[in-house]
């Protein structure tokens, strides 16, 4: 009895690791030379979306909050946000607007691979459609970013972050580590972005990338007051949604997950170890147990649904904070109130 659990037990762990790998194993072999997908847009897509929302999805989200919340070290940036009041009077719309838009520009691979597995028949057509809905996504994001005076290296700081928080938590927190092609398509697709929001001398390689951040950090994140006077605001919002008795722990916790410059940025005292090492130990255990006892997901992890609803708007597929649409949005609408489209439009 004993054996026969035992040879079970065996068993299953080696079909985990087996079904865990297959995407990988099958990624290496499909491109031998990685500097392809530096080459090929959709290539990189691809990629990034099985990556970020099937691969990783949870460990992905979370990097692109923190890359978010490490703009704020900067005082360029923290001072504009806090002119906007947008923190204080609308955080959760904030919020939704940002992951919406985002979820947008990056969800189109991910909706049709979703809608094929369902055995769904999806014409050229709508997989025009998808496309366009990303596009006007971006179109959005540059609309309202043009209400302020953004720098263009704090645009490409931004981008930066987005690259690179991704492939440091997954490397750090996750099952196992990125491969050269997976970090080559966050590249590419953040990349093509930029070019797409008209950011200027925008680094054409990860390398040239990571050495902006590198000198940018020096010179322009720092304490500021500013800098937590927006940040707060983001910080109680994920507070509204725990336990009261968890919120000192979290508050503990956050330094754990940003870097010296960032705590110094924002006037935080560095963790103790013991704290240090709970919170690694959390996620390590996490990893350790999707690695070994987890099967790989199906389908695709996406916040935005495939199509509009009966009245022309867009569901969210699940809510992180709390509902913000609750008759689903518009593209055109996403962002500040005062910022909305004078007339009606339909998508």
């Not at 940036?77 to 609308?90: G, P």
């Not at 916790?253 to 924002?266: G, H, N, Q, S, T």
């Amino acid at each position: 009895m004993y054996f026969l659990l035992f040879g079970t037990f065996i068993s299953y762990i080696a079909i985990v690791r087996y079904y865990r790998y297959q995407y990988l194993n099958k990624l290496q072999r499909m491109y031998p030379d990685p500097d392809i997908i530096l080459k090929n847009g959709r290539i990189a897509q691809e990629i990034y979306c099985q990556t970020f929302r099937k691969e990783f999805p949870l460990i992905s989200r979370e990097s692109i909050e923190v890359a978010l919340f490490k703009t704020f070290t900067v005082p360029t940036v923290s001072k504009i946000l806090l002119s906007t009041r947008e923190f204080e009077k609308a955080p959760l719309r904030r919020a939704e607007d940002t992951e919406l838009i985002l979820s947008e520009i990056i969800d189109v691979f991910p909706r049709i691979q979703n809608q094929l597995m369902k055995n769904q028949v999806v014409t050229t057509k709508e997989k025009i459609k998808q496309y366009e809905r990303a596009e006007l996504s971006i179109h959005r994001l540059n609309e309202l970013h043009g209400k302020y005076p953004i720098l263009n290296d704090d645009y490409i700081f931004t981008v930066a972050l987005f690259v690179d928080e991704p492939i440091r938590w997954i490397n750090t927190f996750e099952w196992r580590p990125l491969d050269i092609r997976e970090i080559n398509a966050f590249f590419k697709v953040w990349y093509d972005i930029g070019l797409k929001m008209n950011i200027k001398d925008l680094p054409d390689t990860y390398e040239k990338l990571m050495q902006f951040r590198k000198e940018y950090e020096e010179k322009a994140v720092h304490y500021s007051p500013v800098n937590w006077k927006v940040a707060e605001p983001t910080l109680n919002l994920l507070y509204s949604r725990l336990p009261s008795f968890m919120k000192p722990i979290i508050r503990k916790a956050l330094p754990c997950l940003l870097e010296e410059i960032d705590r110094k940025a924002f006037g935080l005292e560095n963790p103790s170890w013991i704290m240090n090492s709970f919170v690694r130990s959390i996620f390590n255990l996490r990893a350790q147990f999707i690695r070994y006892f987890l099967l790989p997901r199906r389908y695709y992890w996406t916040r935005t649904p495939w199509q509009p609803n009966e009245h022309g708007k867009y569901m969210p597929t699940f809510c992180i904070y709390g509902m913000v649409y609750p008759e689903g949005y518009r593209i055109s609408e996403l962002g500040p109130t005062k910022f909305a489209p004078k007339c009606p439009v339909i998508h």
